[in-house]
């Protein structure tokens, strides 16, 4: 227990530089209060004390802001960084070293029952506001931007930023527009760009008829001056 406590402000210090003092991060830290309470109802979870690890997680979420379920799995050095509004589900899993910003949420999609919420791999930085929703795994190394909405698995070493979210850097190249299952679409952008392409059809089809209207015109006075 004490090895973990350890480790806990020893993350918040290689995470955040504006912690000054361990008794600061004890007793101002609402991240590190989440994550404490969280290991303590987890605990009781596991053993069936559902009712009494619910009670915790919501006493946690009352002073912290944080609310995450006693049946979530967290691994290491979770650091989560100015925490209000930050929701964990009952089947999400965290790997180590892995940083949540304030506003995120790792959710489910529906009223699906067994495994319904994301797996978050290790060295995971998830953006402020970003929506992590559904039952699919986001791997290592990967990076998810501020109000980003992923919905569908993300590979390692990659970049997520959008809604929904598209992945626009992959092992430190960003990606092209050809498409696979790795390189999600934006039907936004898409949309755009098909309503620019059919304005400038219509661009030039105006121009056309104005065109022709003018050669028409000029027809009669060509013919007026020939008879005359």
């Not at 000054?20 to 596991?46: D, M, N, P, Q």
């Not at 919420?117 to 791997?139: D, E, Y």
């Amino acid at each position: 227990m004490f090895r973990h406590i350890r480790s806990d402000i020893a993350t918040v210090f290689d995470n955040d530089p504006a912690a000054r003092s361990k008794f600061e991060v004890v007793f101002t830290y609402s991240g590190l209060h989440a994550i404490w309470a969280h290991r303590l109802a987890h605990r009781l979870y596991r053993r069936g004390w559902f009712t009494i690890a619910r009670i915790i997680s919501q006493i946690s979420r009352f002073f912290t802001g944080i609310e995450i379920h006693p049946g979530a799995r967290i691994g290491e050095r979770l650091f989560i960084d100015h925490g209000m509004g930050v929701v964990i589900g009952e089947t999400c899993e965290i790997g180590d070293n892995v940083v949540i910003y304030q506003g995120v949420t790792l959710g489910g999609t529906g009223k699906e029952k067994g495994k319904r919420h994301p797996t978050i791999g290790n060295n995971v930085v998830i953006g402020s506001g970003a929506k992590v929703l559904g039952s699919f795994t986001v791997g290592d190394n990967v990076n998810i931007g501020s109000n980003a909405v992923v919905l569908r698995e993300v590979p390692p070493n990659s970049t997520v930023v959008g809604n929904p979210g598209r992945v626009v850097k992959r092992n430190g190249e960003r990606v092209g527009d050809r498409l696979d299952h790795t390189k999600l679409p934006d039907p936004v952008v898409e949309m755009l760009r098909d309503m620019q392409r059919q304005i400038d059809d219509l661009k030039a089809e105006l121009r056309r008829d104005r065109m022709e209207r003018k050669e028409l015109e000029k027809e009669p006075i060509a013919g007026g001056e020939a008879r005359r």
